[in-house]
């Protein structure tokens, strides 16, 4: 005897983020979710999870490529604020008098 139950939208919602975000298999999406595999595979062909999930992980790849190249223009000193002018690199991040560092000055004069 098989029992078709149905899902409230919020429920496929929350499945979609644990597979699309939170890096869950399908198989854990159906534990999580208390529904068969079978719904999971279901709902992710229907709403094209697949391709979500391997958008997030472009876009977060992307993310921490730019990151690391900020933290390493910043790190030799080639990083520059707003109005243009080039920052230097304080001791708190690489040895730096940090006087110089118009970031973090008010909060070394302070201590």
């Known amino acids: 005897m098989t029992v078709n139950r149905r899902y409230s939208a919020e429920g496929v919602e929350k499945a979609e983020h644990l597979y699309c975000c939170s890096d869950h298999w399908l198989r854990g999406v159906a534990e999580l979710t208390d529904a068969t595999l079978r719904t999971p595979k279901r709902w992710s062909g229907k709403n094209g999870w697949g391709e979500k999930k391997s958008e997030i992980g472009r876009a977060l790849i992307e993310i921490r490529s730019l990151q690391r190249g900020s933290w390493n223009r910043y790190q030799s000193g080639t990083m520059r604020d707003r109005s243009g002018s080039e920052?230097?690199?304080?001791?708190?991040?690489?040895?730096?008098?940090?006087?110089?560092?118009?970031?973090?000055?008010?909060?070394?004069?302070?201590?």
């Open 87 to 111: 920052m230097a690199p304080c001791r708190y991040h690489v040895g730096i008098n940090p006087v110089s560092c118009r970031q973090h000055s008010g909060a070394v004069q302070a201590a």
